[in-house]
């Protein structure tokens, strides 16, 4: 049951934030409701105060800013997913949202919102480690900005100060000659393994920066760094023959336990297997071909 509360809807961000720092721990923000409102629901949040974040002005607005994709917090992944711009520049990111949860929660569910909820089961946390994303948080007290890898800090648990709003989250564009994909696995509602890959390519057909991320195992998602060191400086043609030593080495790097997901052994399997698979995608991308093959229960995107 849902317990009385007070919805205060502030005309601007600055509202907002005087009204988060009047309330404390009494308010949380309130954008799409579909993480708050269960949460509520099931008696796990008290909250007598909520700030309605998701009509400010300014804070749904998806726009090129600096060189940088500039995702107010407010935005929806439908709009995410439809927005020309990020289909155009960003496609991977336009796949990845059309992919999230279901249309209804896509509708109203925010990236602000999935972002500071920090599920580890959340797809964009894991793609946009691959584009250095960072975070713009307002507060009474000024604006501060953060990268992604240090505001999310394990499950439902971020850097965000009970004051702070998330304002924004700005993408870096990839290098040119980067091709890559996210693949996600899973039979139940929420994703239960979430694979990101990009390789960069450079003079003789080199990988010259190569990016892996995990989500959904780890108590947050993370970069595979002995992976992508064993990527980096390889041919193109030759990550096919290190893509299983890279996979073994992503599948002891994680950190998973054992829940409705899978054990935590399986999980070390799947992100080994899945590992494998991203980095074949990544590759038959880099030289132009789209793989045929699908796989059951995972979305390759
Ligand atoms: C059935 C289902 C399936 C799902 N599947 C997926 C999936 O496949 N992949 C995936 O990535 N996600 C998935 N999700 C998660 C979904 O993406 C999030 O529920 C949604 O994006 C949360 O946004 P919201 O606007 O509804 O947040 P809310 O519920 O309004 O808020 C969530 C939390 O964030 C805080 N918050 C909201 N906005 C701000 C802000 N601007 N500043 C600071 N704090 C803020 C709130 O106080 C609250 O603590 C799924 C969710 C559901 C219900």
Known sequence: MLRPFELHRPETLTDAATL????????????GGTELLLLMKAGIARLPHLVDVKRLPGTATIEMRDGALTIGAAATHRAVERSPLVRARFPLVAGVAAHVANVRVRNVGTVGGNLAFADPHSDLATLFLTFDARLELVSSAGTRELPL?????????TARQPEELLASV???????????????????????????????????????????????????PHRIREAELLLTGQPLAAIEAVADEAGA????????????????EYKRHLVSVFTRRALDVAVARAHGREPQRGYAHAVVV
Do not use: N
Not at 20 to 31: F, K, L, R
Not at 149 to 154: K, N, S, T
Not at 184 to 209: C, D, M, Q, Y
């Open 249 to 264: 080495l992503a599948g002891r790097a994680v950190d998973p336990i054992s829940d409705l997901h899978g054990s935590a």
């Open 170 to 220: 700005r993408l870096t564009p990839w290098p040119a000659r980067t091709s890559g994909c996210y693949v996600k696995f899973g039979v139940h509602e929420r994703p239960s393994l979430g694979i990101a890959v990009a390789l960069t390519l450079g003079a003789e057909e080199r990988v010259i920066a190569a990016r892996l991320c995990v989500g959904c195992v780890s108590p947050r």
């Open 20 to 31: 988060m720092a009047q309330y404390g721990s009494d308010a949380a923000p309130y954008a």
């Open 149 to 157: 890898d240090q505001f999310v800090l394990g499950p439902y648990e």
